[in-house]
């Protein structure tokens, strides 16, 4: 899941997302709204995968995770807050 705080202002986004040190050009100049799936003028947004809440904005992403060995690098264009999260679990032993 990634986390953070709703971005102050609309513009901006997601720059890049470098994966152990190869691009991801399909994460280049990703709009916040894209990213999480939002309508363009939506307030507070809650979906299967992803929401806005009480200056929260969060997208889990299960169906499409980073899969990464060594290094993951996220980049946003404009500040998304004071708090960028990005959550993984180790699979299960089975």
Same mark, same amino acid.
């Given at each position: ?29 990703? %709009?916040?709204?894209?990213?999480? #799936?939002? /309508? $363009? ?7 299967? &995968?992803?929401? !806005? ?17 060594? %290094?993951?690098?996220?980049?946003? #264009?404009? /500040? $998304? ?7 993984? &679990?180790?699979? !299960?032993?089975?």
């Amino acid at each position: 899941a990634l986390i953070t705080q709703r971005p102050a202002n609309e513009r901006g986004g997601l720059e890049s997302l470098v994966v152990d040190g190869q691009d991801r050009p399909a994460w280049t100049d990703l %709009s916040w709204r894209s990213f999480l #799936g939002f /309508p $363009a003028e939506a307030g507070e947004v809650r979906r299967s &995968l992803s929401g !806005s809440r009480d200056g929260l904005v969060w997208r889990y992403l299960l169906l499409e995770p980073i899969d990464f060995s060594r %290094s993951l690098m996220l980049r946003a #264009g404009a /500040p $998304a807050g004071d708090t960028l999260a990005l959550f993984y &679990l180790a699979p !299960s032993p089975r």
